[in-house]
Structures are given as structure tokens and as C-alpha cells.
């Protein structure tokens, strides 16, 4: 199968990848592995992550369209108060962590819409499901990716004059032997100043596998996990307290925090601060992550709010994923813990009246879209990242560093992004690190090979650092990243030129910069402090 772009992983990253060629005209296969486009945003059942002001700027356009289209999609379909219809900033989860808690089901529904007339048209090919296993070089260029679908396992080869990487974790970078980095980078090569002095390659960020849960009643608990005392007994070192307990470190202090829960509670979903600047605890984890208020909607609709599991517990930083001897059974250690945090909720979990378990507790798959009622896929914080003609490193951003001087401006700049320095436990051993950021550019030379020259990142696998992927990961900045490179693989097509020769070039550079301003692609911010 032929385009003139194929892209591999149709996470965030990847659909917006896709929809920059799609609208310079350009044709794409676009693979996904799991059965909804949406990647963090869906099948992972991540609510998006953002900055304090979203709702103004510092997002591309087309996000913009995808956040106003699950608005609307809850406008047009779901049966909403009158108060919460009314609402410009409707959040339908009211969720603390985003101003834009949703079920995963909507995105996937508005992402689809999204994309529908191009695949109408043919343009746009979609394989799902299937994975990447193998590529073809000749040089240094990518010749073609062969993908396999999951189930019946048949056999498709790609090829495209640019080839995107948008998956997960990097999958096409040791296929086509794409020079790239895993883990801790070392202080002495990247001068920054939260590094190790040696670098730790297998030191990387936990992975979690997600799931969906609400409280009604009768008794859902599920079945014991057969690892559930290895981890109900569990204390990692630095923890302070059991892994499956209500204590945990405060990201940002390191502090002993005690987090609260309480199934359904009588909120307001209109006074919720859902501003991670103004309200940036996870102190009560049922509202932390709460993508259906029950109060949002007309009375009876629901009978309980739904709420995420992305909490500290489920966090899996045994050992890495990526490039690991046996990736599959650490993959399904991840999600036993996260079976063995459900039952425990139902069965142990200690109570403000003094009692343990919540067994009214029910695990919904059917909201994740997965017959394990966990999440389809898993959330890796962390990705295989090209070695790249500019990486970005602490001190370009960071807030202790840089100050109220803000990041570095680039000169080359293909999109914005806003997030803190969040680092969740990582395999080596290392508690979080979680520091102030200014608001940051994406510089394109973070997007290009130091070699390979039509081979595009499209998603958190960019030259950034294990540090500065704590700030690039978030959602509107791999939808960014990704746009930005489906764009440019079409720029280059329509002009015949390179990626390298684009960023090299000024002349050539400020008219792609102007196509991606034209476009909705914001390259810098206003005057606004970092948090």
C-alpha cells in the first residue's frame, strides 16, 4: 500500500499528523494499533492534561475544533441540565485535572468526525488494528514499514516518501535503526541540573495502565488477582507508606500526603477549580479525574459520577517497558497491579466511618471500551526519543532556571506548549520530580534525525531529555508536534525539499512557519508567567 505519507500510531499525535497532510492535499495511511484513533485521549483513558489558559490560547487551532467538538457532541446527544447546557466552558467529568473532563468514547466519536470526509474521499486509509514489525532502509532513508494486524495476523507493507513515527513509544525508531535515547540522560551531556552524573538508559518514567470506575449498589467486586498479596503488601522504598494505601508523596514536595475518597459526593460540578495552576493537588482522588458529574446531567441519567483511575498507586516502575527482554510481561504486571488497586478499593481500602471496601465499586469496561475493563492501551509517560539536530534541555524552560526571563524562544519554532516538569516514579528508583516551567516553544530541530532524513517523530518520541519529556508528553503539545510534522512532510513534497534543508534554510523555514501560522498553529506566546 502506497501514500504520500504514511503514519505510524494514530494516537494524538498521529491524527493530527494526519490531518496537516490531509489538508495540504496529500495522501496518508494512517495505522493504530488498538481499536480507537485517540491514543491518551481514548484508548488509554488519559482526561487531556492542559494549561491554565487553554480556553484562550496556546493550542492549535484543529485542537481547538476537537475540544469544541466534544462540547458540542455533549450539546447535541447527551442529556445535559439546563445550567450545564448553558455553560461556554462546559466540563462534563468536572474533573480538577482538566477544564475538559470527558468520556473516551466522545473523543473517539469527534476525532472520527474529524477525519470522515477525507477517508469519504479516499484520501485517508485507516489500518486497524495493526502494529509496526519491521522497516526497510536504503541509506539513509526509509523505504517501507511492514505492519501486522493483532488479531489474525496478516501482513501489510507501507511505503511513502516520509514515514511518521507517531506511536507510543517510538516502535519504528529500532526497526529503522533511527538513532535514538531511552532513560536518564547524564548531567555532563545535557548540563542540566536535575540529571545524574552518569546516564541511566533503563531509568524511566512508571507506566500505568488505566481504568474506569463508579459506585452503585450491590457487591461488583471482582475477582482476587492472583498477585494481589505481593502487591497489597508492597512499600517501595522511597514511598513512605504501601503502594496500595491512601498515603503517597506529594509530587511537588516529596511530603507524606494523605488523599481522600468519597464515592459520589454532592458537588457542584460549577464551582470546581479545574485549573492545575490554581488547584494542582490530587487530594480527592474521586474528583481528580471525574469525566461524567452525574450533576451535569438531567436527574436519573446516571447513577453515579465515572470516574478515571490515573491515580499514584497504579503507577508500575518495577522495571522499563522499552527495550525490555520481555516487554509483554511487564506490560500484564502493570495491569495486575491495577486489578489488584480495584480490588483492594473494594475490599480493603480503608473508610472515613472506620470500615474497608467500597464494594459498590463496579469496574467499567464498557466506558474503556475493553473486555478486560481496564483501558484498551497502556499510558506510557515516556517514549524512545530521537537523537535530533536540537534537543531541548532543563535549562530551556525551566522556571528555577530561567525565571521571568520565560524559555528560550527558537528560532525555528513550530508550536507552543505549557505544562510543569512532572516525572512520575521511574524504574531506577527515583521518586517524582515535579518543577515550575515557563511557557515553552517546539523547535523543529527536535523533530528531525541527526541522519535519517524522511523519518518525522510525531509525538512524544522528539529530541527532548527524560526531564523536558515530562512537559512535552501532554496532549495539546503531541497533537501539536504531530501536526507540525504532517505539515512539514507535506511542505516538503510540494516544494521538493528536505526536513534538515527547511529548518537550514531561513528563507524556506519562515514559509513553513507561515503556513503552519495560516493554518492555526500558534509559534509563540503572549506575556504570561510559568507555574
Not at 480556553?55 to 481547538?64: C, H, K, M, P, V
Request: one cysteine or more; charged letters at 20%.
Amino acid at each position: 500500500m502506497d501514500a504520500d505519507v504514511v503514519i505510524i500510531g494514530g494516537g494524538l499525535g498521529g491524527v493530527a499528523a494526519a490531518l496537516g497532510a490531509l489538508r495540504a492535499g496529500r495522501s496518508v495511511v494512517l495505522t493504530e494499533e488498538f481499536d480507537w484513533l485517540g491514543g491518551q485521549l481514548t484508548s488509554q483513558a488519559v482526561p487531556p492534561d492542559e494549561s491554565s489558559w487553554v480556553e484562550q490560547f496556546g493550542i492549535t487551532a484543529s485542537y481547538r475544533q476537537l475540544r469544541n467538538g466534544i462540547r458540542d457532541y455533549y450539546r447535541a446527544h447527551y442529556p445535559l441540565t439546563e445550567a450545564a447546557r448553558a455553560r461556554p466552558d462546559l466540563n462534563p467529568g468536572a474533573g480538577s485535572v482538566s477544564r475538559l473532563c470527558h468520556e473516551p468514547r466522545v473523543a473517539v466519536a469527534v476525532i472520527d468526525a474529524m477525519l470522515a470526509p477525507y477517508r469519504g474521499s479516499r484520501r485517508l486509509r485507516v489500518l486497524q488494528p495493526y502494529r509496526p514489525i519491521a522497516a526497510d532502509t536504503d541509506g539513509d532513508t526509509v523505504t517501507s514499514v511492514t505492519v501486522r494486524h493483532r488479531l489474525d495476523g496478516a501482513e501489510i507493507i507501507l511505503t511513502a516518501p516520509y514515514i511518521l513515527d507517531a506511536t507510543e513509544t517510538g516502535e519504528l525508531l529500532p526497526l529503522a535503526g533511527v538513532e535514538y535515547v531511552t532513560g536518564f540522560e547524564s548531567r555532563e551531556v545535557t548540563g542540566e541540573p536535575s540529571a545524574p552524573a552518569v546516564a541511566q538508559p533503563d531509568n524511566m518514567q512508571a507506566v500505568s495502565v488505566c481504568f474506569a470506575i463508579d459506585h452503585v449498589d450491590g457487591d461488583h467486586t471482582i475477582e482476587r488477582p492472583k498477585n494481589y498479596s505481593f502487591w497489597r503488601d508492597y512499600r517501595p522504598p522511597f514511598w513512605g507508606a504501601n503502594l496500595l494505601s491512601w498515603q503517597s508523596p506529594h509530587p511537588r514536595t516529596l511530603e507524606q500526603t494523605v488523599r481522600s475518597f468519597t464515592p459520589n459526593p454532592d458537588d457542584d460540578p460549577a464551582v470546581m477549580i479545574s485549573d492545575q495552576r490554581l488547584s494542582p493537588g490530587d487530594a480527592n482522588l474521586w474528583t481528580f479525574r471525574r469525566i461524567a458529574a452525574r450533576r451535569n446531567f438531567v436527574p436519573g441519567t446516571y447513577d453515579s459520577d465515572i470516574v478515571i483511575v490515573n491515580w499514584p498507586m497504579i503507577d508500575y516502575f518495577e522495571a522499563p517497558v522499552i527495550d525490555s527482554d520481555n516487554p509483554e510481561y511487564h506490560l500484564e504486571q502493570a495491569a495486575e497491579l491495577s486489578r489488584s488497586v480495584m480490588y483492594w478499593l473494594q475490599t480493603e481500602a480503608p473508610r472515613a466511618d472506620g470500615g474497608t471496601g467500597f464494594p459498590g465499586l463496579r469496574l467499567r469496561g464498557d466506558v474503556t471500551g475493553s473486555d478486560t475493563g481496564l483501558a484498551q492501551a497502556p499510558y506510557h509517560r515516556e517514549s524512545r526519543r530521537i537523537a535530533a539536530e536540537y534537543t531541548v534541555v532543563e535549562q530551556d524552560l525551566s522556571h528555577d532556571v530561567r525565571g521571568d526571563k520565560g524559555a528560550v524562544e527558537y528560532h525555528d519554532s513550530v508550536g507552543v506548549g505549557m505544562y510543569r516538569i512532572d516525572l512520575h516514579p521511574s524504574t531506577g528508583g527515583d521518586n517524582y520530580i515535579d518543577v515550575a516551567s515557563c511557557p515553552f516553544q517546539i523547535p523543529l530541530g527536535a523533530l528531525i534525525p541527526q541522519r535519517v532524513e524522511n523519518l518525522l517523530p510525531a509525538g512524544k518520541n522528539i529530541g527532548t531529555t527524560h526531564i523536558t519529556n515530562g512537559c512535552y508528553r501532554l496532549h495539546p503539545i503531541e497533537w501539536n508536534i504531530g501536526e507540525a510534522a504532517g505539515t512539514l512532510a507535506a511542505y516538503c513534497l510540494d516544494n521538493g525539499t528536505t526536513p534538515r534543508a527547511v529548518r537550514n534554510d531561513p528563507t524556506q523555514l519562515s514559509r513553513f512557519q507561515q503556513v503552519l501560522a495560516t493554518a492555526g498553529v500558534e509559534l509563540s506566546w503572549p506575556t504570561v508567567a510559568g507555574y
